[in-house]
């Protein structure tokens, strides 16, 4: 398969040249573009490791918005004493836990959470969530909110298997997750204003980061 030629592309404000095609510049305008390369390369090397910073913490991000709006959804799923509807609850469940646990406990290098940085007065409720998370979310059975068997019935002629379930959650998920999830969204904007501060600090040039009005589903979770 042949490699794709260099693409040359342009928005409000700048042309962008794929390096490859520097080669083809007048030599004047390849002198201020490898000037240019050399600047920018240099402010890599100093600002490093606050870049990996902010990469780490760009990860975890989008954890952070899953989690808001899966608890939006629990705080607004219609309940009634049907199967489906605690089955709703149980799935939507399921992903606050897990998705909020993936801040504390990932292994994949993505920028988490530090336990001892959780408000005092919320953390039974985050150590509720990682037992969860690991008792009965991560395995099956082993948490005392949840529990199953069997009763055998019989007669003279057949026995009769009876499955029992026990299944215990929060309808709509406890008032407390929705002050996890405040505090969360809190605390990222707080690491990225810093990480952003001391980027400004060496390098001397503002740092923007992309920013734009929540949806409308932020405001009303709580």
Do not use: C
Request: net charge negative.
């Amino acid at each position: 398969m042949e490699n794709s030629p260099p693409v040359i592309w342009e928005d409000d404000k700048y042309v962008y040249v794929p390096e490859e095609l520097f080669k083809h510049l007048p030599p004047e305008y390849l002198e201020a573009v490898e000037a240019r390369k050399q600047q920018g390369s240099n402010i890599l090397q100093i600002a490093d490791n606050d870049i990996k910073g902010l990469i780490r913490l760009v990860n975890a991000i989008p954890t952070t918005a899953s989690l808001s709006y899966i608890y939006h959804r629990l705080r607004n799923a219609n309940f009634d004493v049907t199967t489906e509807a605690l089955m709703e609850q149980e799935m939507l469940t399921t992903a606050f836990v897990v998705t909020y646990s993936r801040l504390f406990v990932s292994g994949n290098g993505a920028s988490g959470v530090a336990e001892d940085q959780i408000p005092a007065h919320l953390k039974a409720v985050h150590d509720d969530l990682i037992e969860m998370r690991h008792q009965r979310y991560a395995h099956n059975g082993g948490h005392d909110t949840i529990s199953s068997g069997v009763r055998f019935d019989f007669d003279d002629t057949e026995i009769r298997i009876n499955l029992q379930m026990s299944l215990g959650l929060y309808v709509g998920g406890r008032d407390e997750w929705g002050e996890l999830v405040t505090f969360l969204d809190a605390h990222m904007h707080e690491r990225l204003q810093k990480i952003l501060g001391r980027l400004r600090a060496k390098t001397g040039y503002e740092w923007k980061f992309p920013v734009g009005p929540g949806p409308d589903w932020v405001s009303k979770s709580n």
